[in-house]
């Protein structure tokens, strides 16, 4: 299973684009990127997935290089409810599969 | 549609007893997976279930057991409590059995305090 790494911890002002990347340097090819979202007492919530290049939907954008040993998310113009954890996870869309979820990044939006 | 159900969401025990925690996975789902989230560890994986079999399991001890039923229904049991197993219970499901980590939805929860 790829390990990912990400911030610990970042902090941005509402209305600004917030970045955040994931390093997978022993992501496979069959490994798809996914990001999620996770507020206090909730389960995590499904933002973004992708393969390569980039994916964009109603709530984020996931750039992922040519190499794909890493992948940024992106997330528009935050407001203070995105203040959350996201966690970066690897792994094949085929099978069983163990999801692991690494620490995540903690993101603070501030007024 | 509904989203994934937990029951119950608050749940408090006493060392040495046993619990049983209930995910209904969205209509039509058929994989089930368990995670358990601590402040210290993080969200760690437990057990999938798919058709009724358990197709992966993460590294807890035979005391964390689950099992899913012909409905996809999936409950899972923990055996012996103890103080350490205080955790929030989260049950995840996924609608393509090739897919287990293709757009999990996950239910909002047991919080279990064991005392």
């Known amino acids: 299973l790829a390990k990912t790494t990400q911030p610990i911890s970042m902090d941005s002002y509402e209305g600004q684009e917030v970045n955040i990347t994931c390093s997978h340097n022993?992501?496979?090819?069959?490994?798809?990127i996914t990001w999620y979202q996770q507020f206090p007492s909730q389960g995590p919530r499904f933002i973004i997935q992708?393969?390569?290049t980039k994916v964009t939907n109603e709530v984020a954008s996931l750039f992922i290089p040519a190499d794909r040993k890493s992948s940024t998310l992106s997330l528009p113009r935050v407001s203070l409810s995105d203040t959350a954890v996201y966690y970066c996870?690897?792994?094949?869309?085929?099978?069983?599969?163990?999801?692991?979820f690494g620490a995540g990044t903690r993101l603070f939006v501030k007024a | 549609k509904a989203g994934v159900t937990q029951t119950p969401r608050y749940l408090i025990k006493t060392r040495g007893q046993q619990v049983t925690l209930s995910c209904s996975p969205i209509?039509?789902?058929?994989?089930v997976s368990w995670y358990q989230q601590t402040p210290g560890q993080g969200l760690q994986f437990l057990f999938e279930?798919?058709?009724?079999?358990?197709?992966n399991k993460g590294n807890f001890p035979g005391r964390f057991s689950g099992r899913q039923f012909s409905n996809s229904r999936s409950e899972m049991n923990v055996s012996t409590l103890e103080l350490g197993d205080s955790a929030l219970y989260l049950c995840?499901?996924?609608?393509?059995?090739?897919?287990?980590?293709?757009?999990?939805?996950f239910g909002s929860g047991t919080r279990l305090t064991v005392v």
């Open positions: 996870l690897v792994g094949e869309r085929k099978g069983g599969f163990k999801t692991i």
């Open positions: 209509s039509g789902h058929r994989s």
């Open positions: 279930y798919f058709s009724e079999t358990q197709r």
């Open positions: 992708g393969y390569k």
């Open positions: 022993n992501i496979a090819t069959n490994d798809y």
């Open positions: 995840a499901s996924s609608s393509d059995r090739t897919s287990a980590n293709y757009g999990y939805t």
